[in-house]
Nanobody, 120 residues
Framework: QVQLVESGGDLVQPGGSLRLSCAAS????????MGWYRQAPGKQRELVAA???????DYVDSVKGRFTISRDNAKNTVYLQMNSLKPEDTAVYYC??????????????WGQGTQVTVSS
């Protein structure tokens, strides 16, 4: 069983920065991709950023140039550096890992969510 533990969510003023972390533990197969989703009240969950095993990255347009996703393979950890935060970035942020086992079967794992609030 794989468990993801997130940290780093907080209340921050507009223009501020936060760094989210998500560490995986347990029986981890080959990691295919990692990423971050967010869900604001009354809105659908959206993909914010993703990084593949080859370190290719992708971002939703609204965060390009402000957020940076990175990974530490040795620690099975993914990070999201968020700069120039805006009130519209307020949401619960969820990390996810996609793994593939030796049989080619993929599995998705989710963190419990961490609250990011951007407000003055």
């Amino acid at each position: 069983q794989v468990q993801l533990v997130e940290s780093g969510g907080d209340l921050v003023q507009p223009g501020g920065s936060l760094r989210l972390s998500c560490a995986a533990s347990g029986r981890i197969a080959s990691i295919v991709a990692m990423g971050w989703y967010r869900q604001a009240p009354g809105k659908q969950r959206e993909l914010v950023a993703a990084i593949t095993s080859g370190s290719d990255t992708d971002y939703v347009d609204s965060v390009k140039g402000r957020f940076t996703i990175s990974r530490d393979n040795a620690k099975n950890t993914v990070y999201l550096q968020m700069n120039s935060l805006k009130p519209e970035d307020t949401a619960v942020y969820y990390c996810y890992f996609k793994t593939r086992n030796v049989y080619g079967i993929t599995s998705d794992y989710w963190g419990q969510g961490t609250q990011v609030t951007v407000s003055s």
